[in-house]
C-alpha cells in the first residue's frame, strides 16, 4: 500500500512563497499521473495541478503563473513551487496519484497565506 507524506507548509504572507513535498513510499511512482490537490476551510477537496511520468504538467487557472509542479521519479517525491501566494491560496495541500481510484491520502500540509 503505498503511503503519502507531504510536507513543507507553514504561514507566509501575501506574496511569498513556499515549497511543498510529497513523498511516495512504494516504487511504482513513477508510473502515475500526479495531483497536487488542496481543501479550503469550509470547501471541498479541488485538484490545484499535475504532472505526467514525462514532466508534462498543467494547472487550473486560478495558479496558472505562480505555481510550478515537479517531480523525482528517482526519490518517489513531486513538488509544489508556490510563488506570489494569495491569501485564497490558504488550504490544506495533498498529493495523490490521478487514477480511476486514489491511494490512502495523507495528512496534508497546512499553507496560510495572512498578513
Known amino acids: 500500500q503505498v503511503q503519502l507524506v507531504e510536507s513543507g507548509g507553514g504561514l507566509v504572507q501575501p506574496g511569498g512563497s513556499l515549497r511543498l513535498s510529497c513523498a511516495a513510499s512504494?516504487?511504482?511512482?513513477?508510473?502515475?499521473?500526479m495531483g497536487w490537490f488542496r481543501q479550503p476551510p469550509g470547501k471541498q477537496r479541488e485538484l490545484v495541478g499535475h504532472?505526467?511520468?514525462?514532466?508534462?504538467?498543467d494547472y487550473t487557472n486560478s495558479v496558472k503563473g505562480r505555481f510550478t509542479i515537479s517531480r523525482d521519479n528517482a526519490k518517489s517525491t513531486v513538488y509544489l513551487q508556490m510563488n506570489s501566494l494569495k491569501l485564497e491560496d490558504t488550504a490544506v495541500y495533498y498529493c495523490?496519484?490521478?487514477?480511476?481510484?486514489?491511494?490512502?491520502w495523507g495528512q496534508g500540509t497546512q499553507v496560510t497565506v495572512s498578513s
Open positions: 504532472i505526467t511520468s514525462a514532466g508534462t504538467t
Open positions: 495523490n496519484r490521478l487514477s480511476s481510484e486514489y491511494w490512502p
Open positions: 512504494g516504487s511504482i511512482f513513477s508510473r502515475y499521473v
